[in-house]
């Protein structure tokens, strides 16, 4: 019988730099209307847990938990991009200046810039942000109302776009993702993607990437679910009441600052992947912090991990 070894270190592992780590001529607080981000209900200390068995491979292939002692958690639930896929630079970015080109907008989102506009939550958002800055392209309407509809419309196709690019496949999904999902399902663990991003493109990106099989087990909450986006909690809490489970149970995977402030003011526990965008952003209330999930035998945290960290919030 094959052990999937269990680490329990909170070491953070830094992935490598970007390509650029210049600031933006455009502040990322400037864009942000209300630039604080809401308080960790846990502040991610390390604390003392009596020890928690791996989870193990059977004979037949099935991960199994090897103990009944062990306490699962009742959800583990993704963000979906920079944790699911690195879709940001390659994918969103590039997607979203095709789609200005095609629209004959005169604008393009350079790297640096676009990682200073993901501070804000949801692609639709963002693009209203930036052009309250800058100013609006001459072919945009005046009105707001009218605005709302123009920016749905570039939304929209930009979406598009960004599907084929996933239907290729030309965006692998990020070490760990599969081997975690299914140590989840296969032990009873409900799986959900809570996702600022459209539904049609996270919902693209399930199936495509995880597969028909696992995406018919795996709930999705994405876009306009729900009416505020990350850092606001909503799209966390929704997820909890649909699914029927106690928050302070759910585990989240996260990339970004924004997204570990929603699961904190949600009251779940958070692990952090870092992703491309992300790696120098402050993740202080983490409850641990990592590159990548990470498959064996550069494997940095199983199901077994997660559940080890619900313990350790109610253990002095």
Same mark, same amino acid.
């Given at each position: ?10 070491? #953070?592992?830094?992935?490598? #730099?970007? &390509?650029? &780590?210049?600031?933006?001529?455009? #502040? ?5 209307? +209300?630039?604080?981000?809401?308080? @960790? ?24 938990? #090897? ?29 979203? +200046? ?34 309250? %800055? ?62 600022? @991003?459209?539904? %049609? ?17 795996? =709930? ?8 505020? %986006? ?25 990339? @970004? ?54 313990? =350790?919030?109610?253990?002095?």
């Amino acid at each position: 019988m094959a052990t999937v070894k269990l680490s329990l270190s909170f070491v #953070s592992l830094s992935p490598p #730099s970007s &390509s650029s &780590s210049a600031q933006s001529k455009l #502040s990322a607080a400037s864009f942000i209307p +209300n630039a604080t981000l809401a308080k @960790s209900r846990f502040m991610g200390k390390c604390l003392r847990a009596k020890p928690i068995k791996s989870i193990e491979a059977s004979r037949s292939g099935e991960i199994t938990c #090897s103990s009944p002692a062990t306490t699962l958690p009742s959800a583990l639930l993704f963000d979906c991009d920079g944790v699911l896929v690195d879709t940001e630079k390659d994918g969103h970015r590039i997607s979203f +200046n095709d789609t200005f080109k095609e629209r004959d907008l005169g604008v393009t989102w350079d790297v640096d810039l676009y990682g200073e506009l993901l501070k804000i939550g949801g692609g639709k958002e963002r693009m209203t942000a930036y052009f309250n %800055k800058v100013g609006w392209p001459e072919k945009a309407p005046k009105d707001e109302e009218e605005r709302k509809v123009f920016i749905a419309g570039l939304h929209k196709q930009k979406t598009e776009l960004f599907m084929v690019l996933i239907e290729k496949k030309l965006l692998p999904l990020r070490p760990g993702v599969a081997k975690l999902v299914d140590q989840a399902l296969t032990n009873g663990v409900k799986v959900a993607v809570c996702s600022t @991003s459209n539904e %049609k493109a996270v919902s693209a990106i399930v199936s495509c990437l995880l597969g028909p099989e696992r995406a018919e087990k795996i =709930k999705i909450f994405a876009g306009d679910v729900v009416p505020k %986006k990350k850092p606001d909690p909503a799209i966390y809490n929704l997820a909890a009441e649909t699914l029927g489970v106690d928050p302070s149970k759910c585990v989240v995977v996260e990339d @970004s600052a924004i997204g570990l402030a929603a699961a904190k003011a949600a009251g779940m526990t958070c692990i952090v992947t870092k992703s491309g965008y992300t790696a120098d952003e402050d993740f202080e209330n983490a409850d641990a912090v990592f590159d990548c999930i990470g498959d064996p035998p550069e494997e940095r945290f199983d199901l077994a991990f997660c559940a080890s960290l619900l313990q =350790k919030q109610f253990v002095s």
